[in-house]
C-alpha cells in the first residue's frame, strides 16, 4: 500500500491518504515533544520502537474484545489503520497519582488511588487541552451521555487489561491517554497510539521511570528506556 496525500501532521505521527478510501496509513515520527510542544526534541529510532509497542498493545487488547483501528503494520514505522473521526478528547486513565493529578489536586506523587481515574482533556492546542467534566463535553457537544460512558467504560476495561500484563513483565502501569475514533458505521474504535509516549511506566522493583517522563524531566536514556519496555512486552509469559 502506497502513502499518498499528507492528510494530517501531528506531534507524534503524520497520517497519509491511501487509495483504499476507508483506510489511512499512519507513520511515527522520531519527534518528542513536551508542555504542548514547548519543549521539543527528537530521538532515532523512537518512531520505530512506538509503532512496534503500539501495535502489540494493539494486538492484545483486540485479542481482548477491544476494537481498534489497526488493520496491519506496513513497514518498521508505518501501520495501515482504518478511517475514523476521531473524537476530541484524550481520555486518562489513572493507577498512581503523579504528573498533572500531583499538581491539580495536591495528592502525594505515587499515591496508589483507591480506584482508576479517568479523565477527559480537550484535545485542542490552542487552549493548551483543558480537563473537562462530562457537562463540558455536552456543552461542546463532543460526545453524547452515552457516548461518554462508553468511552469510561472501554478506558477502564483497556486499563484492567493492560495492567495485568505489565505487572507480568515488572512494570507499573502508571497512567495512560488513549484516544478513539468513529468509523464510517459509527462504531467506537481504539485509535492514535499506546506507547510510552502516552504512558507512563514504573519498574516495579527500581521505581525507575521507563517512558516519555525521562524526556519531559530531561533524565536521558530516552531510547533504552522504550527499548526496554518493548522487550517486556516481547518477553513471552503465559
Ligand atoms: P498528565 O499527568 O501530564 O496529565 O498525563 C497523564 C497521562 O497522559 C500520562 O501517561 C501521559 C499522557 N499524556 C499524553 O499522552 N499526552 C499529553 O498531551 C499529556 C499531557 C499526557
Not at 510542544?37 to 509503532?51: H, I, V
Not at 496491519?72 to 501501520?79: D, G, Y
Not at 463535553?137 to 484492567?160: F, P, Q, V, Y
Not at 515488572?170 to 468509523?183: M, R, S, T
Request: aromatic letters at 8%; one cysteine or more; proline letters at 2%.
Amino acid at each position: 500500500m502506497k502513502k499518498l496525500e499528507l492528510l494530517y501532521e501531528g506531534k507524534g505521527k503524520k497520517l497519509y491518504k491511501c487509495k483504499d478510501e476507508d483506510l489511512l496509513i499512519s507513520e511515527f515520527k522520531d519527534d518528542l515533544t513536551a508542555f504542548n510542544a514547548q519543549k521539543t526534541g527528537q530521538e532515532k529510532g523512537k518512531g520505530a520502537l512506538n509503532c512496534k509497542i503500539s501495535t502489540e498493545l494493539f494486538k492484545l487488547l483486540e485479542e481482548n474484545g477491544i476494537k481498534t483501528h489497526l488493520v496491519k503494520t506496513l513497514s518498521e514505522n508505518e501501520q495501515l489503520v482504518k478511517k475514523v473521526d476521531i473524537i476530541p478528547l484524550e481520555v486518562v486513565v489513572r493507577n498512581v497519582a503523579t504528573g498533572s493529578l500531583v499538581k491539580r489536586l495536591g495528592i502525594k506523587d505515587g499515591t496508589v488511588l483507591p480506584f482508576a481515574l479517568v479523565e477527559f482533556y480537550y484535545k485542542d492546542d490552542e487552549l493548551g487541552d483543558p480537563l473537562l467534566n462530562d457537562e463540558h463535553c455536552l456543552l461542546l457537544d463532543i460526545a453524547s451521555e452515552n457516548e461518554l460512558e462508553t468511552l469510561k467504560i472501554l478506558g477502564r476495561e483497556i486499563n484492567t487489561i493492560l495492567k495485568s500484563f505489565f505487572l507480568k513483565r515488572g512494570l507499573n502501569l502508571i497512567d495512560f491517554k488513549v484516544e478513539f475514533g468513529k468509523d464510517k458505521e459509527g462504531n467506537i474504535l481504539l485509535s492514535d497510539e499506546i506507547s510510552p509516549d502516552s504512558c507512563r511506566f514504573w519498574d516495579v522493583k527500581t521505581k525507575e521511570k521507563l517512558d516519555k517522563d525521562r524526556f519531559r524531566q530531561g533524565l536521558g536514556g530516552v531510547k533504552m528506556a522504550y527499548e526496554e519496555v518493548l522487550d517486556r512486552i516481547l518477553k513471552d509469559i503465559k
